[in-house]
């Protein structure tokens, strides 16, 4: 059977693979970087001296693989597996793809223009600002800029709000963070502006696709109740005899009990099986 996202499962196992061998590679060598991550990972000063490639693989390399990198793999590829899945059904794999590396593009150009910006606006400054960024976090902050786009009214549960937050919002919200957090020293080891960049990528490439991409088919709601009510029908008359009077008693004896509301499109099939209700 096909998978229902084939790209979005095949950046997760990409990751994970890299991630996998800069383990290995580190294993008889603590404290020193594998030869994978001083060629996958991105500086401004090796990209000038040539390291061209540095754009695209930076981020399918995370944190060293002490302390912190196993949080910082999980949260990115959990997070992409969540979004992924929807946002690569409704544009399809190609276009996902384009969104995921156009997103890790943005996310290096805004980590490159920050570094820039930290060195006077200076190139031959900027050839010695040797700080090092890695990590998928740009790009799959595009997948989930792209979902606010697509499914605005979802509810996310974002840390570290107690109640759940539109997506739309949700993405406001983040890349507010994430600018305040840029002038906060101690978190300077993050890349915000990278973050930044990956957002703002994924928000606007959905809006110029949104009105490309087919719709999904909307029914009136009257159409909808009656697409429900016969669902529900066709669920309970599958339901074995044991497991139909397990429930119409349940229900019955809620009911009983004075506990009356609106039912449900299934309850009101359960009595309808029972001839309880025409």
Known sequence: MKHPAPVTRAIIFGNVGVAVVDVLLTINHKGQDSWVRHMLSLSPANLLDGAWWEVFTYMWLHAPPVGFWVTHILFNMLTLSIFGKPVEARVGSARFLS??????????????????????????????????????????????????????????????FPFPVKASRAVRVFILLSLAMMFIPALSFIG???????????????????????????????????????????????????????????????????????????????????????
């Open 99 to 160: 969104l995921y590396l156009i997103g890790g593009l943005a996310a290096a150009g805004a980590f490159l223009g920050q570094e820039w910006w930290s060195a006077g606006q200076s190139l031959i400054a900027l050839r010695n600002q040797t700080q090092e960024i890695v990590g998928a976090s740009g790009a799959v902050l595009a997948v989930v800029a792209a979902f606010a786009i697509y499914f605005p009214d979802a509810r996310l549960f974002i840390f570290p």
């Open 192 to 278: 915000h502006s990278a973050h930044i960049g990956g957002l703002l990528a994924g928000f606007f490439l959905a809006r110029a696709w949104r009105s490309a991409t087919p719709q999904p088919p909307v029914l009136s709601p009257r159409i909808q109740k009656r697409v429900e009510e016969m669902s529900a029908t066709v669920e309970v008359t599958a339901m074995s005899e044991s497991e139909y009077l397990r429930e119409v008693r349940q229900l019955l004896g809620e009911l009983g009990k004075g506990n009356w509301r609106p039912l449900t499109p299934r309850e009101r099939a359960l009595l309808r099986r029972a001839h309880l209700l025409v």
